[in-house]
């Protein structure tokens, strides 16, 4: 979700506010691992989330992203965290992590490294202005 840049974080900075970016994943599907036919545990609430069309929506968007950050030489789920760290007013992120791979994986994106301008700039292109939380 790209909205916060627009009025939010300006007004944090302006401010001096600390941002906490949480969910940085979205869900799961910026980690890469999620396919239209991923199938959910039905207690899961993320297959009422990713209900309908949501999921084979949601992995076309992914799969877009996914191109263009490919060159960066990380994981799909570093150039997530690295996307959220690359703005000024953002402090920290906190992501989910299962395993110690993914310790080590989210840990090495804390090394000040940036995205490129460019490659933010591609990025706004690919902004989805959706909610399913509200459905």
Known sequence: DQ???ERL???CI???VAVIARVPFDEGSLTGTLTPDTQFDPADWRTRYFGGSRLAE??????R??????????TLAQTA???????????VVI???RTIQHVDENCAV?????LSESLLLALKGERWGRNFYAH
């Open 95 to 97: 992501p989910g992590m």
């Open 14 to 16: 302006e401010h001096g």
């Open 3 to 5: 909205s916060p840049a």
């Open 81 to 91: 965290l690295r996307f959220c760290l690359s703005h000024p007013a953002v402090s």
């Open 9 to 11: 974080f300006p007004l």
């Open 65 to 74: 992203i996914q191109k263009l950050t490919q060159n960066e030489g990380e």
């Open 110 to 114: 804390s090394d000040g490294r940036l």
């Open 58 to 63: 949601t992995c076309e968007r992914v799969a």
